[in-house]
């Protein structure tokens, strides 16, 4: 095939050409960006304004908030625009959603381990838990976690574009992500493919398996705690991080810790939709509605809004 490498312009395929399902996606999305940016902004005043939630899992769901805000930014302007046929992106354009996707997914896998090792130490250790969790402690590790997601996105986004594009540029996605660039290259993806396939074993892997671990010693606590109360309160906390970890991590292990496929394209997409879109919006809900204090902090917020 002829080197494309010399175009400056990809042309994203989207996720349908029927207009009639365009409309319903455009609906779909704005309305889903709408209610994702509205929950995490509550989210994150009820975090801030509220004294009681001035806590350790109070300050990571707060980053969390934060990142799904912009991760949800990234990638509704293109889907919208996408349902309008404005389909073409720049190069520029390309590798910069590309390396800020993969840059705050990275983030996220590496902080949901973090809250749940905040879970494991808050009920393991719940006499020692202000002094190991401590502010310097928690701002340290949240730092580690956006640091990571940097390091990792910048080693996927280099090793990717280095590649020799074949023939025309268009891309059979919704935006510019890393699996899908790989099947349009002229040269041999093998190097490329294995790191991404090792910053996944970094991003994804390592951080789910040491949630799993973190939540089976949580859940072998939680079974001798005598309290039903305690019990109720612990697993309800709990079940609501794991909601989220298993959507993300599961979708995002399945994108990429597979091998590269081109007769996967329309799969990738449904899965891609799954850890950019569903987490997002699903974790203000989740949170919320599975938490007391959250609830009354919301009520707070919202009473006050009411009033100015």
């Known amino acids: 095939m002829k080197n494309g490498s010399a175009g400056t312009e990809f042309l994203l395929l989207g996720l349908s050409e029927d207009p009639h399902v365009k409309i319903v996606l455009f609906v779909l999305f704005i309305f889903t960006y709408l209610l994702t940016i509205i929950g995490n902004v509550f989210l994150i005043t009820a975090c801030a304004s509220e004294p009681r939630l001035h806590t350790p899992m ?8 934060f990142l799904d805000i912009c991760f949800s930014t990234v990638f509704a302007p293109g889907l919208l625009a996408q349902q309008l046929s404005w389909r073409r992106i720049g190069l520029p354009g390309c590798a910069a959603q590309m390396y800020i996707s993969l840059f705050l997914g990275g983030t996220e896998c590496v902080l949901l381990a973090v809250m749940a090792y905040d879970r494991y130490v808050a009920i393991l250790f719940p006499l020692r838990y202000i002094v190991i969790m401590s502010r310097s402690c928690c701002v340290t590790m949240a730092v580690c976690c956006w640091v990571s997601g940097i390091v990792m996105a910048l080693m996927d986004t280099v090793f990717t574009l280095r590649l020799p594009l074949c023939g ?26 294995m790191v991404v396939f090792v910053a996944g074993i970094f991003a994804l892997l390592i951080p789910s398996i040491f949630t799993v671990v973190s939540y089976a010693r949580i859940i072998t606590t939680i079974l001798v ?19 989220v970890v298993t959507i993300f991590y599961g979708t995002a292990i399945f994108m990429y810790m597979k091998p590269t496929s081109a007769d996967s394209a329309n799969q990738d997409k449904i899965i891609s939709l799954f850890y950019t879109v569903t987490p997002p919006l699903l974790n203000p809900m989740i949170y919320s509605l599975r938490n007391k204090e959250v609830k009354i902090a919301l009520l707070k917020v919202a009473q006050r809004n009411r009033f100015h």
């Open 58 to 65: 109070y300050f990571f769901l707060g980053n969390l908030s």
């Open 168 to 193: 025309h540029r268009i891309v059979n996605h919704f935006f510019c992500e890393a699996t899908a660039l790989l099947k349009m290259a002229c040269r041999d993806t093998f190097v490329t493919e």
């Open 225 to 243: 705690i005598r309290s039903s109360e305690g019990r109720h309160k612990a697993f309800s906390t709990c079940a609501s991080h794991l909601i």
